[in-house]
């Protein structure tokens, strides 16, 4: 009865479901407390003012559910207060030599110590960077560090040279006896150097070469995330967003999602979500970290003049069998990391959807999303007279399999699998007096990649890895009339293969140098026929290119400055064409608090999508990829320039940055254009002027951030009138505010999300349709000249975590996606309508986003 109260009741019932909720958590966590027998922890604290003569600060309500089991008051109190604080979750702090506050926390602080040792000498490794969230430190000449008074929960990062080498929890170095040995490996490592950890929220960091890391296994709950999605995680940083509300569909500063170089173990994806976009496809619980470019982007990474995202999946090989299955009320999955040996493990995981005849309230909320405004609404909302019926079937898949193998203890080999697949059949039935017909029409979408490489550390500060890939992606539509056996189909197909080699040799602590070469071949097949006409239209087109890069970091004085530099030269073989693009990113670090970076790339791309807004078919995906001729589709160039500044000081972090890009070479026809553009060939670019701000403030239990980013985007065409006008991104103020609040096992998050109306074109009121030579066509305003109304959505998330045993966990996430069931209009066009009399009339087609969606996973780890 629950689920349904939810879904018919007002907003007024949604959130006291929601403050039900929290009184039950509240009540199940109180519940907990232990109540073994003992000394009360007041009764403890007065024993020890009088056996020591110190007083002691605290609020006897917080501290009186606290029982202490085992206690000698003969001990010195400095051995006391130390115990108290290792098995109880206790913090003391000296306020004065005779005064100390005492503190009730959701954990215990304990005192921990450790020794690094080098795994290719077996001697201890001095001046590695010992770093957690509140204090940096070193190891001495034997390799020893010690922290005191630490959450046990804290994860304690090891760095050298710069380079990030292991993270360990900290009560994991709980140790009665000799410090606990830590074995790391010292041989380069191609992670960056940090600058800022806990950047926006826990798990994100910003590094000196410009990039951002996301670290899946540390990162916090978000709104409306039922999952650790990477690509909706993305999301949070100021500048990058998705402009339809797709997890998939990324946009960068502006720019298109084809113009993001998407990768997936350093394979290019050509497809990256199910239910065409509104849900990542992949698995999160493999994905170790991404990396994302904005600008200044390593010049081993091209085909991008919007950003990189780089995902990569974990590496190690587990000591034994991890892994979990899942359930929401879209889809079911699983994961599991296999170790076969010491040296050979297995990684595999799945996803599918579930069967969409439980019409439960997340599907029914996609697929509105999804197909409206397509033929599949359109025959179902039918009123013709006579009998009509429609069925719909739609399911995706995902499996991936990774295979590592150290061959020894310098040379490393994996394999990576992925498929993605989504598949849709619609069929509609029609019967009256004079016509009995049916349709059957099937759309199939599919991503399968593939690689193998190679790594080999020849020496502890020289290393190689090469890459041999190939990826493949099929987008095919056919609507078969089942009485005539008439049939019309159209297919886009990538077919990519290429190598990839990469050197990185450190030749000092301070200077570290990479260069690499890179082929691939990509050829782009697009098929149109229909058995009608007899009509069969084939276009492939292939493309060959060689590059080759080099790249550089210099740390002087003692990290204080960081400048990293590089050089791409692509040349495309098939079109004669060779592009010099140069990249650079400069930090500086002023004092303590303030640092400044600067940035700037040139970039090309050979390979992007066009809307075909003429789809005859269901018109649900209507993105084609298609590549360069060099005639009339150019190579498309871009280039950035950056520059901002941090502060970071008392848990506070602000972040400012301004930019401007501009891309040369993008083509009319490729944009999408609904308005006087639609039919229009020409080519012209897009410019971008914006700055970025985010702000972070951390307290214990609570994390709060705010991320906010001005853009102006405009399109620039000599050869249309007018020659320049708004982008059809030109969202001029974005604001994205959050709030994660930690209370025992549970999180929760809250956060809305507040941006600008997308431009649209509207018809000129009053004179709406035009006559032009004999036939009857929209009379636009100026293109872009319109927007709609600001989108505004708020979302709340909660997750809980508990143990069932020594070997299972649980996960049980709830989150609620747009609360307040906002009707948000993500786009807007005209399309003129001709009756049987020749009688022309205009239909406004609104596209919306997701009303209330309430989603609720579990997941079972081991």
């Known amino acids: 009865m629950l689920l349904p109260f939810l879904l018919t009741n007002p907003l007024r019932n949604r959130i006291l479901l929601l403050f039900f909720a929290l009184i039950i958590f509240n009540f199940y966590s109180s519940a907990q407390v232990s109540t073994t027998s003992g000394i009360a922890l007041q009764e403890v604290l007065q024993q020890l003012e009088q056996k020591h003569q110190v007083r002691f600060s605290y609020n006897a309500e917080a501290i009186k559910t606290v029982v202490i089991s085992d206690f000698n008051l003969n001990s010195p109190l400095e051995i006391t207060l130390q115990t108290l604080r290792s098995n109880y979750p206790l ?60 959450p046990e929960n804290e994860m304690i ?125 992949f698995n999160p619980n493999l994905t170790q970290e991404v990396t994302i470019y904005k600008n200044g982007t390593h010049p081993r990474f091209g085909e991008s003049v919007s950003g990189v995202i780089s995902m990569k999946s974990d590496e190690k090989i587990p000591q034994q069998v991890t892994g979990g299955v899942g359930i929401n009320l879209i889809s079911t999955s699983g994961y599991a990391k296999i170790p076969v040996s010491e040296r050979l493990s297995f990684n595999v995981s799945g996803r599918t959807s579930i069967n969409s005849t439980l019409g439960n309230p997340v599907y029914n909320q996609f697929f509105n999303r999804v197909f409206q405004n397509t033929i599949i609404t359109d025959l179902q909302s039918n009123t013709s007279q006579g009998l009509r019926s429609t069925d719909e ?25 992925l498929t993605i697949n989504n598949k849709l059949n619609f069929t509609e039935r029609f019967i009256n007096d004079n016509l009995s017909s049916a349709n059957v029409s099937e759309l199939k979408q599919r991503n399968t990649v593939n690689g193998l490489n190679w790594r080999r550390d020849w020496t502890a500060n020289f290393s190689s890895k090469i890459l041999f890939h190939g990826a493949k992606y099929v987008l095919s539509e056919e609507n078969l009339e089942i009485n005539t056996q008439e049939l019309e189909s159209q297919r886009n197909e990538v077919n990519e293969s290429g190598f990839k080699a990469d050197v990185n040799v450190n030749l000092t602590k301070e200077l570290l140098l990479n260069a690499g070469y890179q082929y691939s071949d990509t050829e782009i097949l697009n098929t149109l026929a229909s058995s009608t006409t007899s009509f069969i239209e084939k276009d492939r087109n292939s493309l060959v290119s060689n590059a080759y890069f080099a790249n550089g970091t210099l740390k002087l004085f003692e990290k204080q400055t960081i400048i990293t530099a590089g050089l791409r030269i692509t040349e495309f073989t098939t079109i004669s064409n060779t592009f010099l693009e140069p990249r650079f990113n400069i930090y500086q670090k002023l004092n303590d608090d303030f640092s400044l970076n600067a940035s700037g790339e040139l970039k090309s791309q050979s390979i992007f999508q066009f809307i075909d807004v003429n789809n005859k078919l269901l018109g649900v995906e209507n993105k084609r990829w298609t590549q360069a001729n060099g005639i009339d589709i150019p190579v498309l160039e871009s280039s950035q320039i950056s520059l901002g500044g941090t502060f970071s000081k008392n848990n506070w972090i602000i972040n400012t940055e301004g930019f401007y890009k501009k891309v040369r ?198």
């Open 91 to 150: 913090k003391f702090t000296t306020i004065e030599e005779r005064y100390i506050a005492v503190q009730v926390t959701n954990f215990r602080y304990i005192d921990i110590c450790g020794v690094i040792i080098d795994t290719q000498s077996g001697t201890p490794l001095s001046h590695a960077d010992i770093i957690t969230e509140s204090r940096q430190l070193s190891t001495d000449g034997g390799g020893n560090f010690n922290i005191s008074s630490i």
């Open 665 to 862: 070479g993008i083509s009319a026809v490729n944009q999408g254009f609904r308005n006087q553009f639609k039919d229009v060939t020409a080519l012209g670019s897009y410019e971008v002027k914006g700055a970025e701000v985010s702000i972070n403030k951390k307290a214990e239990k609570l994390n709060l951030w705010l991320s906010y980013t001005f853009m102006d985007n405009r399109f620039n065409f000599n050869d249309l009138n007018p020659m320049s006008f708004p982008g059809a991104l030109d969202i001029t103020h974005s604001l994205n505010l959050a709030v994660t609040y930690d209370f025992k096992a549970f999180q929760f998050s809250m956060g809305s999300l507040f941006r600008s109306g997308t431009p649209y074109t509207q018809p000129i009121a009053g004179n709406e349709i035009v006559e032009q030579n004999g036939v009857s066509i929209i009379n636009f305003e100026d293109p872009n000249s319109s927007t709609l109304r600001s989108y505004f959505r708020t979302d709340f998330s909660a997750v809980y975590n508990f143990k069932l045993d020594d070997t299972f966990r649980g996960r049980l996430n709830v989150a609620f996606l747009n609360i307040f069931d906002r009707e948000n209009a993500l786009n807007t066009y005209y399309r003129l309508e001709v009756d049987e009399e020749d009688n022309a009339s205009i239909n406004r087609i609104d596209q919306f986003s997701l009303g209330f969606t309430p989603n609720l996973s579990f997941q079972l780890l081991f």
């Open 393 to 417: 079937d739609f399911n995706f898949y995902d499996l991936s399999v990774k295979g590592i193998w150290e061959l020894s203890e310098k040379d490393k080999i994996q394999y990576n699998f």
């Open 157 to 281: 990062a090891v760095y050298y040279l710069g380079f990030l080498v292991k993270t360990v929890m900290a009560k994991e170095l709980i140790s009665e006896g000799d410090c606990p040995l830590l074995f790391i490996d010292p041989r380069l490592n191609y992670l960056p150097t940090v600058i800022l950890d806990s950047y926006i929220t826990k798990g994100i960091s910003k590094n000196a070469e410009g990039s951002v890391t996301i670290s899946n296994a540390n990162f916090e709950i978000l709104p409306s995330l039922i999952e650790p999605d990477v690509l909706q995680i993305a999301q949070v940083l100021p500048g990058i967003e998705s402009f339809d509300e797709t997890a998939s569909n990324i946009n960068i500063r502006g720019g298109n999602s084809d113009e993001v170089l998407l990768l997936w173990d350093d394979i290019r994806m050509y497809q990256s979500g199910h239910f065409f976009g509104l849900i990542s496809a």
